[in-house]
């Protein structure tokens, strides 16, 4: 299937990211109740730029729904993402 233009300018922009801005970005969203479209074209590609680095993302993806419940931090060691606070 073919990806909307949306999510390839999303992923474009993520893919030039280092890991920490990323963080940054997911953060942001988090309590975030609003919903679009575009929202969730962002949030895929993000989830999707985590996983194509390899990190764990099985605390804030269950390859469904992306959880924005709490915010994360990189941990460097295990290669994931955890919640913070």
């Known amino acids: ?3 909307h233009i949306y999510y390839i300018k ?6 030039d990211m ?3 801005e990323l963080v940054t970005v997911f953060n942001q969203q988090v309590a975030n ?10 949030d895929q590609a993000l ?3 985590f996983q194509r680095r390899g990190i764990n993302t099985t ?6 729904t ?8 990189y941990e ?3 290669n994931k993402l955890i919640a913070i606070g």
């Open 10 to 15: 999303f992923a474009l922009r993520f893919a």
């Open 66 to 73: 992306i959880f924005f419940a709490h915010p994360v931090i």
């Open 1 to 3: 299937m073919q990806q």
């Open 33 to 42: 109740s609003g919903w679009s479209s575009m929202r969730a074209y962002h």
């Open 47 to 49: 989830i999707d730029e």
């Open 18 to 20: 280092q890991i920490t």
């Open 59 to 64: 605390f804030v993806y269950d390859g469904k």
């Open 76 to 78: 460097l060691s295990e």
